[in-house]
Every structure is written in structure tokens, then in C-alpha cells.
Antibody, heavy 117, light 107 residues
């Protein structure tokens, strides 16, 4: 099982960014995918999750209305579209897979998002 | 939102000693509790799910126990690779929430 995030970069406050998570080594449509972020040196914060079929999503209150999670099953990818970015969105963003009502079984290595002017 | 509280914040122990880490939920999460390990510069990795089931490849020196609101992760005999930060997480309800972490460092 492998998960690989990409798309992180430096962006100005108010800007937008799209993160990608590419999965391999498992049946992509059987697994939910979750985004978790971490400010360097701090703890883990759940951001958003999407079911294997993409029909159901959930968001943390801190990102609701600004972030959108989606998936492309033909490409085995999950995306996190982030808009109206703020300084407190800065951190390493990890994607992880698992059951919708389960633990986060496998994690990618993360991609760094820095929101700063 | 279910709050998760871990204690202690830091545990200073020597190799070979037993480590006992605690995690408390603000309301019952039944058995929907996972433990993750994170080393500096690395992604977290799953250790325990369903409160007490070891993930694939996790050594037997790691054990989890508890249900409802009180959970424990025990490392029976610390190895050098076990010095890391450990997080608990509930997946009983949304939003998913993590504890603030317990750092196990070398005494």
C-alpha cells in the first residue's frame, strides 16, 4: 500500500491550492481517504474524509465552506481543494486510507502547505 | 466534539523499561480508538486499532486496552526505535479527534 501526496507550496493568504493523494497497492474504491494536517512541532488535526465511492464527505468546522474533498476513481486519486487560505492553515498535510468507520491504516509522507505573504 | 486527553505529556524512560500511556475521552467512544506512533520527520503509523488489536507488523511488546472513556497503550520493554510521540484518536463520531500526544524520550 502506498499513498503519495503532492501539491503543497507557499501561497498567499486568501489564495487557493489543490492537493493530490495518489493511492496504489489496494482497491481504491473500497477505502475511505482522510486528510490530516500537522503544524510542524505540534499535534495532529483531522481535516476531511471521503468514502470509497465519493458519495459522502465530512469536514472539520475549521475548514468547512473553504475546503472541498473529492476523488477520481479512474486515476486512484483524492483531491483537497483549498480556498480562502489563512495563516493557520499552514502545516504538513497527510492523506491516509482506511474504512469509513475505522482507523487510519496507511499514511503518505505528507506535503507542506505554507500560507504567508 | 469528543475531546481526547493524553497523559503524561512526556515520559522519560530507559531502554528495557515498561511504558504506560493513557488516553481519556470526554464521552464514550466504545472500542473505536486507535494509537499511532510518529518519529521526527516521519508520517504517523498505525499501531493499535479497535482499542486492543495490533496492526499488521506491530511487535507484540505493544498492547492496547480499555473501552468507553479510558484507554491505555503499554510498551512492555522499550527498544531504541520506540522513542517517539504517540497519539490516540477516536473514530466513534465526527469530527474525528486526536489526543495532543505523549512523547516517550530517553532518560
Amino acid at each position: 500500500v502506498q499513498l503519495l501526496e503532492s501539491g503543497g507550496s507557499l501561497v498567499q493568504p486568501g489564495g487557493s491550492l489543490r492537493l493530490s493523494c495518489a493511492g496504489s497497492g489496494f482497491t481504491f474504491t473500497n477505502q475511505a481517504v482522510t486528510w490530516v494536517r500537522q503544524v510542524p512541532g505540534k499535534g495532529l488535526e483531522w481535516v476531511s474524509s471521503i468514502t470509497g465511492d465519493g458519495a459522502t464527505t465530512n469536514y472539520a468546522d475549521s475548514v468547512k465552506g473553504r475546503f472541498t474533498i473529492s476523488r477520481d476513481t479512474s486515476e486512484n486519486k483524492v483531491f483537497l481543494q483549498m480556498s480562502s487560505l489563512r495563516a493557520d492553515d499552514t502545516g504538513v498535510y497527510y492523506c491516509a486510507n482506511g474504512l469509513w468507520r475505522g482507523s487510519l491504516d496507511y499514511w503518505g509522507q505528507g506535503t507542506l502547505v505554507t500560507v504567508s505573504s | 466534539e469528543i475531546g481526547m486527553t493524553q497523559s503524561p505529556a512526556t515520559l522519560s524512560l530507559s531502554p528495557g523499561e515498561r511504558a504506560i500511556l493513557s488516553c481519556r475521552a470526554s464521552q464514550s467512544v466504545s472500542y473505536s480508538l486507535a494509537w499511532y506512533k510518529q518519529k521526527p520527520g516521519q508520517a504517523p503509523s498505525l499501531l493499535i486499532y479497535a482499542a486492543s488489536t495490533r496492526a499488521t507488523g506491530v511487535p507484540a511488546r505493544f498492547s492496547g486496552s480499555g473501552s468507553g472513556t479510558e484507554f491505555t497503550l503499554t510498551i512492555s520493554s522499550l527498544q531504541s526505535e520506540d522513542f517517539a510521540v504517540y497519539y490516540c484518536q477516536q473514530y466513534h463520531d465526527w469530527p474525528r479527534t486526536f489526543g495532543q500526544g505523549t512523547k516517550v524520550d530517553i532518560k
